[in-house]
């Protein structure tokens, strides 16, 4: 059963995907080294119209000091009338590393001010993992890069030729939690794409563009803890890679 408030329900229901697509800041702000909050705006899909948008709440000491690990609330509000989608909340741990034992990642997602799932960095070897669990801590989707070598190193080529149209694309795949998901051929069941920057628009700054592919049989609330995850490994990997 689908937790989530009435307006996460009314616009996320039947998404089969969305675009996420972060606020640019501005030249003279890059340049100024200014660590401003991280906003998004969402899309139905790509070319679509907005209906949500998310500014970070988090403290500037944090941004500057410690931006990579900082800790963070972002509320999802519906584009126009500000209610509630969903909000995520990202306690301060150690970075994403190999072989760790403890102090892992992790991120709450509520909507409706339940509680709906949340996103945990796994124990790993060579490629990051996150498992991704409902509000009563069942395992619903593993999540990570496409990899080869039997899980030993992320494919660079999954998404086609690195050196061509495939040239900075970034993704995190999402497998069902009791798939054996070792082989870079399993088959993955939905996509966090990052997408390459315009030339045009984004040269100077660090603003992303995350395309979502939902799985067929996901939740509102499932859809709710993916878009989330996307926010998560934008603040892990992708402002840190870009900076």
Known sequence: MDRGSDSLKAHVSDMKTAQMRQTRRGCFQEAMGCEAKTEFKYYKEEGGDVFATSLEDSDFFCRICCSAIRPFTVTVKESGTEAELFSVDRPLACGPAFCKCCCYQTMDVKSGGQ?????????????????????????????????????????????????????????FRLYPADQDDTDGDAP??????????????????????????????????????????GLFMNALFFENDDQ
Not at 119 to 135: G, K, T
Not at 150 to 155: A, D, E, L, T, Y
Not at 198 to 212: G, H, I, K, N, P
């Open 115 to 171: 509680s709906i799932g949340k996103i945990e960095e796994q124990y790993a070897y060579c490629v990051p993992q996150f498992l991704i669990s409902d509000e009563k801590d069942k395992p619903i989707y593993k999540m990570h890069s496409p990899t080869c070598l039997g899980g030993m190193c992320v494919n660079c080529c999954a998404e086609g030729n690195p050196c061509g149209k495939g040239c900075c694309k970034v993704s």
């Open 188 to 229: 993955f069941v939905g996509v966090l794409l990052k997408k390459p920057k315009s030339a045009l628009t984004e040269v100077f700054t660090d603003a992303v563009t995350l395309d979502v592919t939902f799985p067929e049989d996901a939740t509102t609330d499932q859809k709710a803890i993916i878009m989330g995850a």
